[in-house]
Structures are given as structure tokens and as C-alpha cells.
């Protein structure tokens, strides 16, 4: 167990939806990150909050936003979905926003579009 | 740049052989790389890292090594179990105005064969 908690474990939705995914990162952990990873593919980073506020951006669709709250934990917000949305999509957090620090993931979000 | 090139994208190898697999880095600010393992169906793990002030680090069955002047490091596996079989991922993560900016590598599936 990472200490990184996830929730849901899978979701099912229909295309033109809107589904939030939540993230608890590991006590004491001020970074978080959110990753995308489509069937056999990489982990395509999307998103870094650090204490609250954006640090940096990958890749990530202007239907996709995120937030990090005061306590923390973070939320990723996937709207008018579409088939290809379809992933894991990966929280992890670390301790510092300094690029020497191990990064713990969660176990993962499984979101299927249907 | 910031990109970050592994290969190959697949690897076979018998039971007790060695594996390597080689990450290619672009951003020469780049000063931490860690290697992650991803088992079928979980979340990736870190399993060996090295900093830019060190050429290698081994840990029992697993090393890395790093060429700062090439900008490559690369995972070697020896005396490999099936256990070993798994996606591996290279990272290198950078400091992008003070903060962590992390890119990984595209995986590569190592299968060892019994």
C-alpha cells in the first residue's frame, strides 16, 4: 500500500458525460499528479498541483481540469467525455515540489466510455 | 526539450539472463533518475533511482547506470526470475521554475521466459 487513495476503483459512463475522479495523497505529501495511461500505452503526465496551486502541465484537454483543496487531496474533472477518454488514470504525490523526490501512485482510476 | 526516449519497447529474455534497457534524456537540467516497475494490472513502484553526482548504483539483482555526457541511463537486470516480467518505466524529472516537471519514458515490457 502506497499511502495514495484513489476512489473510484472503476467507473462506466456514457460518452458526453462529466465524472470526477478523487485523489488522497500519501499524510504529509504537499504534490500531486495526475497521469493518463491508455491500454498498453505510457503514462502521459496531465497535471501538477503542489500545496494548492497549479505547478505544471503535461498534456492535458482543455474538458479535463483538476483541483487541489486545502486539505490536500486533489480531484480531476473529465467533461464531455469521449470513447478515446477511455484509461487508468493514475494519482501520485510526493513530498516536496523539488524534482529529487520518489513519486507514490495510487492504485488507479479505470474509467470506461461507453 | 524535455523528452525523454526508452528502448526497446519489448524485451524477451530466458530465465537467468540479464536485462538492460536504456532511457535517453534531452534536458540537460535534469539531475534525479528514478525507474519504476509496473506489474499487470498495478500501479507503478519505484525500484531503484540514482542521482546525477553518482555513474552507478546496484541494488542486489538490479543496477543503473548514468552517462550525463551521452544523457543516458539505462536499468540492468541481472540473473532474471519471471517475477522480473513487467512494464518498466525511466523518468526524468526537472525543475521547471523551482518546481518538479516529471516526463516519463514510453515503457518497456520486459518478459523473462522460464
Known amino acids: 500500500d502506497s499511502g495514495v487513495t484513489q476512489t473510484p476503483k472503476h467507473l462506466i459512463t456514457a460518452t458526453g458525460q462529466r465524472v470526477t475522479l478523487r485523489c488522497s495523497p500519501r499524510?504529509?505529501?504537499?504534490?500531486v499528479y495526475w497521469y493518463q495511461q491508455s491500454l498498453d500505452q505510457g503514462l502521459q503526465f496531465l497535471i501538477q498541483?503542489?500545496?494548492?496551486?497549479?505547478?505544471a502541465k503535461g498534456n492535458i484537454l482543455e474538458r479535463f481540469s483538476a483541483q487541489q483543496f486545502p486539505d490536500l487531496h486533489s480531484e480531476l474533472n473529465l467533461s464531455s467525455l469521449e470513447l478515446g477518454d477511455s484509461a487508468l488514470y493514475f494519482c501520485?504525490?510526493?513530498?516536496?515540489?523539488?524534482?529529487?523526490?520518489?513519486?507514490?501512485f495510487g492504485q488507479g482510476t479505470r474509467l470506461t466510455v461507453v | 526539450g524535455e523528452n525523454v526516449e526508452q528502448h526497446p519497447s519489448t524485451l524477451s529474455v530466458q530465465e537467468g539472463d540479464s536485462a538492460v534497457i536504456k532511457c535517453t534524456y534531452s534536458?540537460?537540467?535534469?539531475?534525479?533518475f528514478p525507474w519504476y516497475k509496473q506489474e499487470l494490472g498495478k500501479r507503478p513502484q519505484l525500484i531503484i533511482d540514482?542521482?546525477?553526482?553518482?555513474g552507478e548504483k546496484k541494488d542486489q539483482r538490479i543496477a543503473v547506470t548514468l552517462n550525463k555526457t551521452a544523457k543516458h541511463f539505462s536499468l540492468h537486470i541481472t540473473e532474471t526470475q519471471p517475477e522480473d516480467s513487467a512494464v518498466y518505466f525511466c523518468?526524468?524529472?526537472?525543475?521547471?521554475?523551482?518546481?518538479?516537471?516529471?516526463?516519463f519514458g514510453t515503457g518497456t515490457k520486459l518478459q523473462v521466459i522460464p
Open positions: 501520485a504525490s510526493s513530498a516536496f515540489g523539488t524534482a529529487n523526490t520518489e513519486a507514490f
Open positions: 499524510s504529509g505529501d504537499l504534490s
Open positions: 498541483y503542489y500545496n494548492g496551486e497549479e505547478r
Open positions: 534536458d540537460s537540467a535534469s539531475n534525479y
Open positions: 540514482i542521482r546525477s553526482n553518482v
Open positions: 523518468a526524468a524529472p526537472r525543475n521547471s521554475g523551482g518546481y518538479q516537471k516529471v516526463t
